[in-house]
Nanobody, 120 residues
Framework: QVQLAESGGGLVQAGDSLRLSCAAS????????MGWFRQAPGKEREFVAR????????HYTASVKGRFTASRDNAKNTLYLQMNSLMPEDTAVYYC?????????????WGQGTQVTVSS
């Protein structure tokens, strides 16, 4: 079992950058595929990014490709999401998730989320 805790959210202006972190504890972080998701007010949770166990392979939803970068430091048990050129439509609660398998549709553990608000 792994516990996840996001941090780094906040209120920024359009065009600014933020880096989210997701600290993992309780299990071997490097054995998990990791994902970032977000949920905007009144909308369903959506996929943002996924990174494999080694950190060498990433996948992004089209709306963030070229602006967001997922990375991980397995020595520090931490997942990151670097968000550049933020837009108001990026406003959401951002969640990290951990999955044991390579099934991109299945995540076993979730964090509590961190709020990102982008003003225009």
């Amino acid at each position: 079992q792994v516990q996840l805790a996001e941090s780094g959210g906040g209120l920024v202006q359009a065009g600014d950058s933020l880096r989210l972190s997701c600290a993992a504890s309780g299990s071997t972080f490097s054995t998990y595929f990791m994902g970032w998701f977000r949920q905007a007010p009144g909308k369903e949770r959506e996929f943002v990014a996924r990174i494999d166990r080694s950190g060498l392979s990433t996948h992004y939803t089209a709306s963030v490709k070229g602006r967001f970068t997922a990375s991980r430091d397995n020595a520090k048990n931490t997942l990151y999401l670097q968000m550049n050129s933020l837009m108001p439509e990026d406003t959401a609660v951002y969640y990290c998730a951990a999955g044991r398998s390579d099934n991109a549709q299945k995540y076993d553990y979730w964090g509590q989320g961190t709020q990102v608000t982008v003003s225009s």
